[in-house]
């Protein structure tokens, strides 16, 4: 069973950074192979939301509301993405999840149990 690990949360000021990292173990297998690695974030009172994946051939997708902002990485020897965040507004605090969702049904999908990031002066 694949289990992912996040770390890195905290508070922040406004205009600062972080940098996040979800470390993925379990798997027999490359997770990269079979995962598309992603984060996600949840606001108070709001729904998840996906901020930034990586695709099956390793490219990375983000979504409108961090481009130019947030920044998707990985350590393929370590099974680690991480999530580099700048210019950190206080709309971005969030309970922030790792994701590995199967490119097959055969496997399971994952979540991390999340890091809180709290923007705040």
């Known amino acids: 069973q694949v289990r992912l690990v996040e770390s890195g949360g905290g508070l922040v000021q406004p205009g600062g950074s972080l940098r996040l990292s979800c470390a993925a173990s379990g798997s027999s297998r490359s997770i990269w192979s079979i995962y598309s690695m992603g984060w996600y974030r949840q606001a108070p009172g709001k729904e998840r939301e996906l901020l930034a994946s990586?695709?099956?051939?390793?490219?990375?997708d983000y979504e409108d509301i961090v481009k130019g902002r947030f920044f998707i990485s990985r350590d393929n020897a370590k099974n680690t993405i991480y999530l580099q965040m700048n210019s950190l507004k206080p709309e971005d605090t969030a309970v922030y999840y790792c994701?590995?969702?199967?490119?097959?049904?055969?496997?399971?999908?994952?979540w991390g149990q999340g890091t809180l990031v709290t923007v705040s002066a």
């Open positions: 990586f695709t099956s051939d390793g490219s990375v």
């Open positions: 994701n590995a969702d199967p490119f097959s049904p055969a496997y399971p999908e994952v």
